[in-house]
């Protein structure tokens, strides 16, 4: 199931807006820890309105998708190491360098 | 009447006095011990009797002895001359440092448990004597309590109150453990109240921004953050210490709030032995 903050952050894409969470956020989720889940605590994002329920349900689908491939995205980002090193392994053999990206991506397919 | 020196304090002096069953004897029991007869004056039928052997009765030690056997229809009592009794009350303020014992406090009882927020001590203010209670010398409400066991599966971006169950001391149970955890102090005061969540994205590379907040009545009155936007990390303990004031019937609870990269959940770490996520709180005294 797509989390909360993945599924207004799908919702303020689709309608050209950025949300923010944290402590400079223009969206705070609040969980009460009273066995009713996360809610909106309070929706900061500028000229949009704050999504109703079965809004945010649509985007169910597509958020999971997109958790899927932020893992993904973790998975390869720490598979290619640190862009010092890539850029040494780049000016040596740029093409070894390609071939072992490619590999990464190729075994750590996205949605 | 004038006096060379201070006035002597007068009191009322009452003699100790004993009435007797009377019966056909001449020996009867005095209350108190005595040297001779000459220390009563013994009256019967209301008619005072002469001491002194070959007279109307001797005395010695408690023995009382007569000269001629009563009647049961007599009536009989002496008093003590020798044994005045006197109770004299100190004149208010009379009483000053030079005639009170240094064992004053500790000839007394020593109390073997902390006193209870009633009970009172003596202080001085500005040199005049004045009873206070032991409580406002008692950093007390005050609890703390940690997380005793990991809070999982947490949404991402969400400030999730952080459910610390497991109480090192509650004075005055002032924090519920197992159903709001929150810290209600009930009485009016100001208060130290500090906490800390060991928070983990459960990945490396995966934090983004760790939180920890403070709530009273419902919103957020202290934040502490970690940021790691620009080098994502996996675990941080963002600590939080805030002085504020409390009414009677005020609340506080401890949140805390993690940003993942990949939009997982997260989690607050608990230990049955080694505190990772605590939310402690005492009364400041003194100010």
């Known amino acids: ?111 | 009447m004038a006096y060379i020196g201070p006035e002597p304090a007068e009191s009322f002096t009452s003699f100790a006095t004993q009435e007797f069953s009377t019966s056909a004897t001449t020996s009867y029991t005095l209350d108190h011990a005595v040297a001779n007869e000459n220390e009563i004056a013994l009256f019967v039928n209301n008619v005072r009797q002469q001491p002194g052997s070959g007279k109307a009765y001797t005395a010695t030690g408690t023995a009382l002895t007569l000269s001629a056997a009563t009647a049961s229809t007599d009536t009989m009592y002496c008093v003590f001359l020798g044994r005045a009794l006197q109770t004299v009350t100190p004149a208010t303020n009379s009483i000053t440092a030079a005639m009170v014992g240094n064992d004053l406090i500790s000839g007394k009882d020593a109390l073997t448990s902390a006193p209870a927020s009633t009970d009172e001590l003596l202080i001085s203010d500005a040199g005049t004597i004045k009873r206070i209670d032991a409580q406002f010398f008692q950093s007390t409400p005050a609890f703390h309590a940690f997380l005793s066991a990991d809070q999982d599966s947490l949404s991402d971006a969400a400030t999730v109150k952080m459910q610390i169950n497991s109480e090192t001391y509650d004075s005055g149970t002032v924090y519920d453990n197992s159903s709001n955890y929150r810290f209600t102090p009930g009485v009016a005061g100001k208060y130290f109240i500090y906490g800390a969540a060991l928070i983990s994205s459960a990945a490396s590379a995966n934090l983004r921004e760790a939180e920890v907040y403070i709530y009273k009545n419902g919103s957020s009155i202290g934040k502490s953050t970690f940021n790691y936007v620009d080098q994502y990390s996996q675990v941080a303990t963002p600590t939080i210490s805030i002085v504020d004031v409390a009414d009677d019937n005020d609340y506080y609870e401890l949140y805390a709030q993690l940003n993942t990269q990949n939009s997982g959940n997260w989690k607050a770490l608990g230990d049955s032995t080694q505190q990772r996520t605590y939310f402690g709180a005492y009364k400041i005294i003194g100010v």
């Not at chain 1, 894409?13 to 309070?42: C, L, M, R, W």
């Open chain 1, 1 to 111: 199931m797509a989390s909360l903050a993945t599924k207004i952050k799908l919702y303020c894409e689709a309608n050209s807006k950025t949300v923010s969470f944290g402590s400079e956020g223009n969206v705070h989720i609040q969980d009460d820890s009273n066995g009713q889940g996360p809610y909106i605590k309070t929706w900061g994002v500028s000229g949009l309105d704050k999504p109703t329920d079965s809004q945010l349900a649509s985007y169910e689908t597509a958020g999971n998708t997109e958790e899927s491939n932020n893992a993904v995205r973790a998975t390869r980002k720490k598979l290619y190491g640190d862009i010092g090193d890539q850029l040494d392994e780049i000016y040596k053999d740029i093409d070894a360098w390609k071939a072992r990206i490619k590999k990464i991506k190729d075994d750590n397919p996205k949605e």
